[in-house]
């Protein structure tokens, strides 16, 4: 047995989750590109591509260059890439060997990105609500405008309707996305520029999404689910693939101690959680504060396990706690079946 | 040049930080035994033992493994350790290789680890008020007679002020470490053990603690401070030894979005601070927002910094950063002299 902590995949559970993302966008007619940068593992992306074809999305040019050197051949970098320094010659050299795809929101960016990589194809990134990266989709065309005019191919717009992230949010992202992706789609158009693909999506508006509009999806959690979606309603307990298996250190009257804290299950902690996660297996736990090697979790009386016992604690967001393990143990059954690595650790460049 | 985002350790505050907490342990006649999880770095590690003599804290064994193998010889697991399944085994070889001691803050913990380690030297773990790990004070005297009943070797208290990480609660934390310290030794003396350690510190408390009572510190977040400690106003924003360098890749009115996100910077968000981290050379600006690859930044009006620049961010809590990088970029006068590997990154077991 592996010790504590250490992160445990349920097979079973995430080639389900796997499936019910891949059928649902097949009934929409919508094109699947799961984000990897969620499990950063080369063999969940092959079960992806396996069900829904080559395209995937990356979060940056280190996950691009992992994922291209494991033989994936359709990359969407979905990011306003900055092409300077040795960036711009590493963007080269993933341009020259894959089907490389990049994200823009800026002038200023574009004409880095030309003089890095020629003729790439960009798609102009969109702010639907989330006011993180992104232009104003009436914006849209003057970006594609400047894109168009260094030379790169503009073939889309996308946006993160990462807004969807809070309680009773994701029916009005969702529909911020669409509303969002056809206007931009429209300033585009009018600009003279033609293109196709109008790519959104996240896991809590993935059941929600617009399919007259968005021709792309770009999921990344629903691979695993987590605290924060079950929380959200986006997804079931019983959905959730990825647990950290902790042990109970310590204990007092009403709670217990675990040997999983923020440097194993990552320390997001949006306001509106019930805490830094859940565990699956004890519904009324409520995990009250984490430090590097510790959670404290309280209990219902009666409830607290002992010193020693094993539990799992699912993390509030899966990707980064995912970014923290050198490997996921893979288990079908409670039983040890595989070990994956964790491919793109720490591939943030 | 190294493409962002990177963690650079700026090596000449760094060492005046090294000097400056050797000098205030030696001038108090306290032992210092560094906690190295802050840095996770042989290099680093050395310089304190130079410094201050062989002992270091460690916080897994996996960290107790990667500095055992590195050579340092006298380690304490400052962790109630509960040694089951291969952790006893992994124990068991690191205590006949080097000096080591061990946390215990139940009868439970103590008959597991005397069973992996006979006569391990043991520190009881007291809850000083920060209610995480560790027993009443007056307890200690039953964890310790337990621990001596099994055949381990106790050899004092030990405690950590961790409810110091608060606006002005360092000087009552500090208090109450010394006052925890001193009535735990007491009831362990009264149960008929005689110990002589008792160990505490926390880089908030570090400046603060009592000298009479306290023969040990184990400070580790000094050797860098971060945005967490010069809010608390434990440090000087100039004291701040490591940053994460980031490069602005979008920009709005009044803010801009860096490449440095919680994968770069960790997520800790105490409610006190103003936000996910601050940058040193700027400030008013406050990190408002933080995904995974971004950094959502406010600056004042006429001061938002021009896409393709770069910006250097102290995270919030240095050790979940320095956790998520394989190596830091040292650099003298801002000019790169040597790269340290992070060689017990992910060491969580």
């Not at 030309?114 to 104003?136: F, N, Q, Y």
């Not at 033609?194 to 007259?212: E, H, I, K, N, Q």
């Not at 647990?243 to 709670?255: L, N």
Request: aromatic share 4%.
């Amino acid at each position: 047995m592996q010790d504590t902590p250490y992160l445990a995949v349920d097979v079973d559970i995430l080639d389900r989750n796997l499936a019910a993302m891949a059928a649902a966008a097949r009934a929409a007619g919508t094109r699947l590109r799961p984000h990897v940068k969620t499990h950063k593992c080369v063999e969940i992306a092959r079960r992806q591509v396996a069900l829904s074809g080559a395209g995937i999305s990356v979060a940056t040019v280190a996950e691009a260059e992992v994922f291209a050197a494991a033989g994936f051949d359709d990359l969407f970098l979905a990011y306003p890439i900055i092409a300077t320094g040795r960036r711009a010659d590493r963007l080269r050299a993933l341009a020259a060997r894959v089907a490389l795809r990049c994200g823009v929101d800026s002038a200023a960016a574009a004409v880095l990105l030309a003089r890095a990589v020629p003729g790439l194809p960009v798609l102009v990134e969109i702010d639907s609500g989330h006011h993180r990266t992104g232009i104003a989709p009436a914006q849209a065309g003057e970006v594609a405008a400047a894109a168009d005019a260094v030379g790169l191919e503009v073939v889309g717009v996308f946006t993160f309707p990462g807004h969807g992230y809070g309680p009773d949010q994701r029916e009005q992202a969702a529909l911020d996305e669409a509303t969002a992706l056809a206007d931009a789609a429209t300033a585009v158009a009018r600009a003279g520029i033609s293109m196709t693909v109008r790519s959104g999506g996240s896991t809590p508006t993935a059941g929600l999404f617009d399919s007259d509009v968005l021709t792309e999806l770009r999921p990344g959690v629903y691979v695993f689910q987590d605290a924060q979606q079950a929380e959200l309603g986006s997804a079931r307990m019983a959905d959730i693939a990825l647990t950290a298996v902790a042990t109970v250190v310590s204990r007092a009257p009403g709670r217990a101690v675990l040997d999983a804290g923020s440097k194993g299950l990552g320390a997001d902690r949006p306001a509106w959680t019930t805490g830094f996660g859940r565990l699956p297996d004890r519904p009324d736990a409520r995990v009250v504060a984490l430090s590097e090697h510790h959670a404290t979790v309280e209990f219902p009386e009666g409830e607290v396990p002992a010193v020693g016992q094993t539990v799992r604690v699912a993390p509030n967001h899966v990707c980064t706690a995912v970014n923290l393990a050198d490997e996921l143990v893979v288990v079908a059954d409670g039983v040890e079946v595989d070990r994956w690595a964790v491919a793109a650790r720490g591939a943030n460049t």
